[in-house]
């Protein structure tokens, strides 16, 4: 998965700047929740770290009941890595090029419209029903059990939009198999600069990506944590990196540990808010 070839195309790079092997292993399962919950009780010592996303550390302690980690007190944040928007997608035989035509299309669908997700509670979700929200549409969601499938039927017209991940949606965009009318980010994505924000489409309160952090155990010593984000930050910024992760539909964020800490915070609060209002439950 995403996550795990995230960890891969810096593995190779930390273990040189730290003399010492970096393994990546794959802890799948539970949206993530297993490997986020194995890495909180391990040693604060600095030589196990887990690949976070918006997942494991916002929307899964909102919606699952047996998550055992706490996202902000069980760990301690070394930088964000990478962050990509989603992809507000349509099916080609879908009326609309841009989001007023969009609007527009629904409004005059009698019984609504509905629209696909990878699954119940990621980010494709959330944005749908904040979309609901603003737009007061009729619009009813459709989870899935991952982006292939919900792709899948986009393609076949059997589900006429949805929010993807812009790693999944694009080359199905690049091959006219959809339609991509906006991305969720604050501003224009470098990958695919041709498409305008949610902002653009008219909507500004649509802010909504999906990132990918590096995190330790809580208890870490400040310094190793500092070490681990100087190597980091200085292999993310290798153009070769960007370039690797530019190919998945991303682009180089880093951070400090302490703006890490905060976006945390800050992207609960705002999970929980669509959650609540919306009702979500996991499935």
């Known amino acids: ?19 010492q092997p970096v393994v990546v292993e794959s802890k799948g399962g539970a949206a993530g929740n297993i490997g986020a919950q194995y890495v909180a009780t391990q040693p604060a010592d600095g030589y196990t770290l887990v690949m976070g996303t918006q997942s494991t550390h916002g929307t899964n302690p909102l919606l699952f009941k ?76 459709i989870p899935y059990k991952g982006s292939g499938p919900l792709r899948t039927d986009l393609i076949a017209g059997h589900v006429p939009m949805s929010f993807d991940n812009m790693a999944s949606a694009l080359p199905a965009v690049q091959a006219g198999q959809l339609r991509a009318l906006a991305v969720t980010s604050a501003s224009r994505s470098s990958v695919a600069p041709q498409i305008p924000t949610m902002a653009e489409a008219g909507f500004p309160e649509l802010v909504l990506d999906t990132w990918y952090a590096l ?17 980091v930050v200085r292999i993310l910024k290798e153009p070769e990196v960007t370039e690797k992760l530019r190919g998945l539909g991303m682009d180089v964020v880093t951070t400090t540990p302490d703006e890490m800490r905060t976006r945390v915070v800050e992207d609960i609060a705002r999970y929980k808010a669509i959650i609540d209002d919306a009702g979500i439950q996991a499935q």
């Open 1 to 19: 998965g995403s996550v795990e070839i995230v960890s891969r195309v810096i593995s190779d790079r930390l273990a040189k700047a730290l003399g």
């Open 66 to 141: 047996e998550t055992q980690h706490d996202p902000v007190k069980d760990f301690e944040p070394i930088t964000m890595v990478a962050a990509a928007p989603l992809l507000l997608v349509v099916n080609p035989k879908v009326p609309a090029t841009d989001g007023k035509s969009l609007l527009e299309y629904i409004r005059q669908q009698k019984q609504g419209a509905s629209f696909g997700s990878a699954s119940t509670g990621g980010g494709g979700h959330l944005a749908g029903e904040r979309f609901k929200k603003l737009t007061g549409l009729n619009l009813v969601h």
């Open 215 to 231: 995190f330790a155990p809580a208890g870490t010593p400040r310094p190793i944590i500092d070490r681990l984000n100087e190597e």
